[in-house]
């Protein structure tokens, strides 16, 4: 089985992870996409505002959303770095599924900003050993201006955007819900309406 990951805060999730995601699946003929929301990720800068436990709820209903609008079946929540707490390494993550499921391949999903400083994550060579990578662009990172970082052993697939939830950001998604601003088209309904009853990000 084909497995891709794709991590983040999910902060919240938005239609731009979901596409994404299914964006890949396609475009590598994955079985499956789990979306894995970290505990806390070592790199980032900015607090996450919501809860593993909110950001869970809304990723659940998210995917529940997309498969009655779609039927989309290939994307899965997984939490096993909320379950396991503390910073969130991505070569631990794929050392225990590795463990716990040989058989699969597995491909972490990564943007073009994050796969540009992969030199800074913990273990790149382990990260090169354990799963392929599926970067997709980013605002501001062109491939033509894009260097793979000094792993030579990294198993990479590009894949190109082809609509504009690439550039959807769950930053600017909670701007636009401090403003006042609608963001239908933006987020799946469902986690609109948990966003509202828990008025998460109005603050």
Not at 84 to 101: D, I, K, M, P, V
Not at 140 to 153: F, I, K, S
Not at 180 to 188: H, Y
Request: glycine content about 8%; hydrophobic content about 45%; proline content about 5%.
């Amino acid at each position: 089985m084909r497995t891709g990951i794709l991590g983040g805060s999910f902060d919240p999730v938005h239609n731009g992870h979901l596409g994404v995601a299914r964006a890949v699946a396609d475009a590598l003929a994955l079985d499956r996409v789990l979306l894995m929301p970290a505990a806390q990720a070592p790199l980032r800068e900015a607090g996450v505002l919501a809860s593993g436990a909110q950001r869970a709820e809304m990723l659940r209903r998210a995917l529940i959303s997309l498969n009655q609008v779609t039927g989309e079946q290939r994307l899965e929540l997984c939490e096993l770095e909320l379950h396991r707490g503390g910073l969130s390494y991505t070569a631990e993550t794929l050392r225990t599924l590795t463990a716990e499921f040989p058989a699969q391949t597995w491909i972490w999903i990564v943007g073009a900003d994050q796969f540009a400083r992969l030199e800074q994550w913990r273990e790149p060579h382990e990260l090169a050993r354990l799963a392929d990578w599926a970067v997709y662009a980013r605002p501001g990172y062109a491939w033509a201006g894009l260097e793979q970082p000094r792993v030579p052993e990294l198993r990479v697939h590009r894949v190109e955007p082809t609509a504009g939830f690439w550039e959807v950001s769950s930053s600017e998604i909670r701007a636009r819900i401090r403003r006042g601003q609608a963001v239908n088209g933006l987020v799946p309904d469902k986690v609109i309406e948990y966003i509202r009853e828990t008025g998460l990000y109005a603050g």
